[in-house]
Each structure stands twice: as structure tokens, then as C-alpha cells.
């Protein structure tokens, strides 16, 4: 299993920017990803990164304001997000997939998360 550890989550007015961080430790992963959920809705993806290979996944929400990056020496996963809306206050979420899916963006294809950091942003 891997174990994820998010931080960096906080109150942002709109327009600013925050960075979280994902450390996972164990075993290493095929893919970690970043998903939120805001109250009262599902849990929607954001972004992913493959953990071995340059390719990364963003929801069409984000393109082009948050930005996901890998440290492998620090077994660390980044989602820098810039001109933050109130519509992207939500409890993010960092999780791990061992294997390769059809469909990367899926909850589904996710075996482990981590607890949740919240991200307010004030209009």
C-alpha cells in the first residue's frame, strides 16, 4: 500500500494562488492523482501524473491554471493552482494507482488516498 499525506491546503482569496503537497511513502505508484469534493457534490478529478513517464491529466476546469509536478526524490506530488475561484473551494484529495486504467480521471481506478486538505477560496 501507499501511504499519502496531503498538506498545503488553506483560505485563498479569489484570484491567489496555493500549492499542496503529496508525500507517499510504500510502495511506489503508477499514477497519483488529485480529485476534490466540495459539499454536497461527488468527488471530481482534477489533475494526475504518471509516476515514471512525463505524461499528466487535467480536468478541462484547470487546464491552464494548476499545474501538477513529481519529485521522485522526495516521493512527493505537487498541484500548484493559480487564480483560484470560489468554485474550487473543496477537501482535496491526493491518491495512488498501482495499475494502468482506461480511464485515469475515474475514482475507481485509484487504491489509495490520503485524508483530504481543505481549500477555501473567499469571492
Known amino acids: 500500500q501507499v501511504q499519502l499525506v496531503e498538506s498545503g491546503g488553506g483560505l485563498v482569496q479569489a484570484g491567489g494562488s496555493l500549492r499542496l503537497s503529496c508525500a507517499a511513502s510504500?510502495?511506489?505508484?503508477?499514477?497519483v492523482g488529485w480529485f476534490r469534493q466540495a459539499p454536497g457534490k461527488e468527488r471530481e478529478f482534477v489533475a494526475a501524473?504518471?509516476?515514471?513517464?512525463?505524461?499528466?491529466y487535467y480536468a478541462d476546469s484547470v487546464k491552464g491554471r494548476f499545474t501538477i509536478s513529481r519529485d521522485n526524490t522526495k516521493n512527493t506530488v505537487y498541484l500548484q493552482m493559480n487564480s483560484l475561484q470560489f468554485e474550487d473551494t473543496a477537501v482535496y484529495y491526493c491518491?495512488?494507482?498501482?495499475?494502468?486504467?482506461?480511464?485515469?480521471?475515474?475514482?475507481?481506478?485509484?487504491?489509495?488516498w490520503g485524508q483530504g486538505t481543505q481549500v477555501t477560496v473567499s469571492s
Open positions: 510504500g510502495r511506489t505508484a503508477y499514477v
Open positions: 501524473i504518471r509516476w515514471n513517464a512525463d505524461r499528466t
Open positions: 491518491a495512488a494507482a498501482y495499475n494502468y486504467a482506461p480511464y485515469m480521471s475515474s475514482v475507481s481506478a485509484y487504491d489509495s
